[in-house]
């Protein structure tokens, strides 16, 4: 019997320091080495100040920034912990309901907007996540952005486009904007003062 219960316990000692110590290790320290800002969070940060990860979206209301794309995560919109979609299909009164007050929350903020409401900003994605809209959601927003912030839309529009991210390897995906990246540009511009800096990464909104 002994000699059957040393050799257990130097095998678990052994892939406890292999498995449980010195792998986490190396993949961490490799990980810091070759990435090492998606292996810190991928974070942003402002006026010294960590405010969100380029991986994580946020809720932004206020006219003088861009909006995100829609969040059904819960108990609170870009929950990480219960990355989610609503599950409801197109023809569920409650998504359909949802659609009608983010179409009319975005049409009183911009009345002089006549322009179709692109579709990534008034539903969720499957992650309840998404950081990124649209290049269309984002034009949809210039005009009163830049009326907001006292901007000319020649110069709001030429920041969407240096924020344009084009698809992955030229292929995957769409073109698209990172919002808050461009809402960080926005207070860089000195047009107004920065409400993004002032809030802590994934506080309750």
Do not use: C
Request: glycine share 8%.
């Amino acid at each position: 019997m002994k000699g059957l219960v040393r050799p257990a316990f130097v095998l678990l000692a052994l892939f406890t320091a292999l498995t449980g110590v010195a792998y986490p290790l190396a993949v961490t320290g490799a990980s810091k080495l070759l990435f090492s800002s998606r292996a810190e969070g991928s974070v942003l940060s402002s006026r010294g100040r960590v405010v969100g990860s380029s991986l994580v979206g946020q809720s932004f209301d206020d006219p003088r920034y861009f909006w995100s794309r829609p969040s059904a995560t819960s108990p609170v919109a870009y929950n990480a912990s219960s990355s989610s979609g609503s599950n409801l299909g197109p023809s569920n009164p409650s998504l359909r309901d949802a659609v009608r007050a983010r179409v009319a929350a975005l049409q009183a903020a911009d009345p002089t907007q006549r322009s179709s409401v692109p579709v990534d900003l008034v539903t969720a994605s499957a992650s309840g996540l998404d950081p990124h809209i649209s290049v269309a959601a984002a034009r949809y927003q210039a005009s009163r952005v830049a009326l907001a912030r006292g901007l000319s839309i020649e110069r709001v529009t030429a920041l969407i486009a240096a924020h344009t991210e084009q698809p992955t390897l030229g292929i995957l995906g769409e073109p698209r904007v990172h919002v808050l990246s461009l809402n960080l540009a926005l207070d860089g511009l000195g047009a107004a003062v920065s409400h993004v800096a002032s809030r802590a990464m994934f506080a309750p909104r």
